[in-house]
């Protein structure tokens, strides 16, 4: 394990660690305690009732997590932990172990370092969700340049073709979704419910049914009505943003919860930096069959 500043086209340079070639977020952790958070995930030991949830960094992890708390507390109370608490790669399984049942365990590695022989033991229903790859930079850049533990300021036209690169942590967003795409494929064998971010964003309330018939819960129609309004992203900004949460870990002004928008990458992006983006992307994803994005609202 090697802590390591991963330097963008301009020179502007994030902290993160390298562990065996995987690049990792440090969340302040010395280097031989982030090591032992990598080692351990893979056997990670569950409950019974956990739901597991997987994303990618900045594919509405926060958002869903939310959802899948209410649902499990049967109740749009608003909670009062977040998902860093039970986050694999960010806390101990000691000290993820302390969370109450229900739980949602979650985790942005790949499939080939999560715990997949627990879930499968325990058929752990297990939520992925998904969020197209510009939109996911935009929020990804935001989050790295608000985060105090990478001390970066770098700026996006610099930062853009590391990200496309995939040499940021978690490595290619493009890399993670064939490896789910083969899971899927092969059966991944444990209970598996795809969820992409735009369709959430678009229809809330038929997305939270199928979600519900996933995990073999009834709700009734005013319950769900209400977790939809409480989680939608005006509520959980003000409820659940800057001065509540990671407040002490970010930078003045940073907002955790930026835009939570379907189709911003549009004010990012320019002419040249789609057409890079998309030559890249169709060239690393011309085997993705079973994910397909929406990159805006009107998006068949």
Known sequence: MTEVKVPDAGGAT??????GGFIHPN????????????????????RNDDIMLCT??????NWVFEILMMILNRS??????????TMLECVTAEETDQQPSPRVVNCHFPPRFLPLAGMKAKQIKTVLCLRNPKDTAVSYYNHMKGFKSYDYDGKWEDWLPVFVQGKLEYGRYSEYLLKWQREVQN???FPLHIMFYEDLKMNGREELDKLLKFLDIQLDEQLKNDIIDTCGFKKMSEEKGEGKIYEEYSKPGFKF????????WKN???VAQNEMFDKIWENETKDLEVFKFKYTLNND
Do not use: H
């Not at 994030?14 to 562990?19: N, Q, R, S, Y």
């Not at 969340?27 to 032992?36: I, K, L, T």
């Not at 990618?56 to 992890?61: A, D, L, P, V």
């Open 14 to 19: 994030m902290k993160m660690v390298d562990i």
């Open 27 to 46: 969340f302040y952790r010395s280097g031989p305690e982030a090591q032992q958070l990598f080692d351990t995930v893979p056997n990670y030991i569950f």
């Open 56 to 61: 990618f960094s900045k594919t509405g992890t």
């Open 76 to 85: 749009a109370k608003r909670i009062e932990t977040n998902k860093s608490l």
């Open 187 to 189: 059966d991944p064998g």
């Open 257 to 264: 919860f930026r835009k939570g928008q379907v189709g911003d």
């Open 268 to 270: 990012w992006f320019t």
